[in-house]
C-alpha cells in the first residue's frame, strides 16, 4: 500500500504509522455503512468520494485527528482502503466502537443483506437500494460473547421484496438466499453465530445436553454479558439467551442444511407464530428422510429379493428384513391405531377424540371422569386412579426422577413440580393392568411395552388384550406405539 501521510505536500494529514493502520482497518469494517447513504448515481463498485458525517465524526474521535484531515486521508487512501479484506479487531479497537461508535449508530461490524441490489430475477431494477430499515439487534458467537449491532434491511419498491440478511421477503414468504448464512436470526431481535449452533447440536446429539442447559451454560461462561453495558448504546432488550432461541436455532440450522444438499432454497412463512413458522418445513424433510433418508434403502439384489406369480397371474415380491424390534416409542393419540396428530404433545387424545378426554380412562368404561380426575365415580375406577400414581410415587420412580433432575437445570425442575409429575406419568409408555381381589382391594401390575417393527397391528395391541373380568386395563399412561 502506498504512504501518502508520508509523502511530500500532505502537511494536512500528517499520520503517524500506527494512526494510518487504524485509520484504513476501521474505515474498511464500515464500507456497507458509507455505501448506504450515498445517491443514486454513486456506484457500490467504488470508493465514494465523500464520507458520510457520522463515520467522519467517529473517526476522528477513534483516531485523534481532526475532522478535516479525516477527508483528506480518505481521499488520498481510500482507493486502497476499498480493496482491503475485512480485518478481525483487537480488544482495543473494539472498544473504540464502545466508546466513540456506538452512541452515534455505528458497531464493529452490521449485519446487512449479501447484496444492494434487487436480486429478484422478475424484477427490472438496475439501481442499488437505498430504502433502508435499521434495527438494533444481538449476535451471540462463540468467540466474542454478545454482540450488539444493527440489521438494516434493504426494500426494493419495484417488487415490493424486502431484503433481511438471512433471506428475502416477498409476499408473505420468506426464501432464504440459499446454502448457510455465518450468521443465522433465530429471535426478532436475535442472531446466533452458526459455529456456535454447530456447537449446540454437537452437544445435544453427542453429550444429551438438554437447550436449556445449552442456553444456561452459554449465559454463565460465553456471553461477557456482564463486561458491557448495553444500555449505553441505546439496547434496550435484554440479551439473555432462551431455551426458544436455541431450539429454533437448531431447527433452522437443520432445514437449511436439508435444503443446502438439496440443492433447494428454505421458503416458510414470514407472518403468523414463531412457533409454527418451520411445521411444514420440518414435516416436508422428514417425509423426504422417511423416503430417501436412508441409501439402502432402495437396495435389492437376487439375494434378498424374490419375485413369484400367483396363481391368477399377479405377480408378487417378497423380502427379507432384519431389524432389532425397538422402535422408538413417540406421542400419540391413546384411541388404539389412529394416527390424527396431537395439536399438543402434552395431550392425551388428538383433536377428533378431544371429547374422550372428559370420560373414565379404564378401557371398556365410557361413564364420565370425576372434576380433575381422569376415572368416573365407580369405587373400583376410583381405587385404579389411586394406584396408578401411588404406584408413580413408589420409590424406584423416585431414583429415576433423581436421574433426570440431574440432566435439567434446578431452577427448572422446581418450577409447577407437582404438575410435571401428573404430565411425566402420562408420558410413561409401559402397559399397566388392574386386577381386583376378592376382597376388593385393587392391585396394579405392569410390564414393558414390547414396541412395534414400525407396521400397525391389524390386531388390537397388548394394552387392550386383558380379559375383562376382574383384570381391568387402563389408558392412564400412553398406549403401545
Ligand atoms: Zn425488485
Ligand atoms: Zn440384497
Ligand atoms: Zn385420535
Ligand atoms: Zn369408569
Known sequence: MRLPWLSPGCSDSKLTLAQALLFSRLLSLLKDDILLVQPLRVSTDEAPTILPPSVSEFMADAVGIALDSVASCWKKMKKDIWKLPIPTLSEEEEELFRKYGWRRGITSFSLYPPSHYCENPACCRLKPLKK?????????????????????????????????????VCAGARTYYGGIPPIMQVGAHQFVERKLVGMWISLMLVAWVSATNCSRSYDMSLSEQDLRNFSDGGWQFGCILTTDHVWDAFILLTLLDHNERQGTCLIIPH??????????????????????????????????????????????????????????????????????ELASNRDRFCPDHAGQASQCSIVGCNRPARQDHKSCDLEAHTAMERAHYERGRAAFTLRER??????????????????ELDDEEDLRDDIEWFETDAAGNVRVYSADNPGSVGVVDSDLCEASKAPAAFRESSIFSAGCT
Open 402 to 419: 433423581l436421574q433426570r433432575h440431574r440432566q435439567t437445570h434446578p431452577e427448572n425442575a422446581l418450577d409447577g413440580d407437582e404438575e
Open 271 to 340: 407472518t403468523g407464530e414463531q412457533k409454527t413458522r418451520f411445521t411444514a418445513a420440518m414435516k416436508a424433510r422428514n417425509d423426504e428422510v422417511v423416503k430417501r433418508g436412508q441409501d439402502v434403502v432402495g437396495h435389492c439384489c437376487d439375494k434378498c429379493l424374490r419375485v413369484w406369480r400367483e396363481e391368477g397371474g399377479a405377480e408378487r415380491h417378497i423380502q427379507p428384513v432384519v431389524c432389532d424390534g425397538l422402535s422408538m416409542g413417540h406421542v400419540r393419540c391413546q384411541v388404539a391405531h389412529c394416527t390424527t
Open 132 to 168: 433502508a430499515t435499521t434495527r438494533q439487534v444481538i449476535v451471540y458467537t462463540l468467540a466474542k460473547g454478545v454482540i450488539p449491532t444493527y440489521e438494516i434491511q434493504l426494500y426494493c419498491p419495484d417488487c415490493n421484496t424486502t431484503y433481511f440478511p438471512d433471506f428475502s
